[in-house]
C-alpha cells in the first residue's frame, strides 16, 4: 500500500499548540518535497507551506507565517507540522502531501497525500 499516513491533531482551546505528523509507507519520502493543507467545512482548501526535499528550505503563506512551521527528518521518512497559538478559524481538516518538487506544489501537482487529520480549536 502506497500512502502517507498522519498522526496527531486532535482538540485544543484557542492560543494552545498542537502537531502533526506526516509518515510515508510503500515508498521513499526523501525524494519529495512535503506540503500541507487544510479544508474547513464549506471552505475551499488552502496550503499551509512546504518544505523541500534535502535543504529544508521552507515557504508559508502569510496566514500562517510566525505561527506554523514545517519540518522534517528524513531518517525516520517522516514530516512535520507545528502549530502554536491556535486560532478557532484555524479548525479543520489538515493533510499532508508528497510532490517532485516545491515547485510541483506551487503548480498544484501531487502525488501522495495523507489520509486528513482533524484539529479543532475551542473554547
Known amino acids: 500500500q502506497v500512502q502517507l499516513v498522519q498522526s496527531g491533531g486532535g482538540l485544543v482551546q484557542p492560543g494552545g499548540s498542537l502537531e502533526v505528523s506526516c509518515a510515508a509507507s510503500?515508498?521513499?519520502?526523501?525524494?519529495?518535497?512535503i506540503a500541507w493543507f487544510r479544508q474547513a467545512p464549506g471552505k475551499e482548501r488552502e496550503g499551509l507551506g512546504s518544505i523541500s526535499m534535502n535543504d529544508g528550505v521552507t515557504e508559508y503563506p502569510d496566514s500562517v507565517k510566525g505561527r506554523f512551521t514545517i519540518t522534517r527528518d528524513n531518517t525516520i521518512h517522516t514530516a512535520y507540522l507545528h502549530m502554536t497559538n491556535l486560532k478557532p478559524e484555524d479548525t479543520g481538516v489538515y493533510y499532508c502531501?508528497?510532490?517532485?518538487?516545491?515547485?510541483?506544489?506551487?503548480?498544484?501537482?501531487?502525488?501522495?497525500w495523507g489520509q486528513g487529520t482533524q484539529v479543532t480549536v475551542a473554547s
Open positions: 510503500g515508498f521513499t519520502l526523501d525524494y519529495y518535497a
Open positions: 502531501a508528497a510532490a517532485p518538487s516545491q515547485r510541483h506544489i506551487s503548480l498544484g501537482v501531487l502525488d501522495y
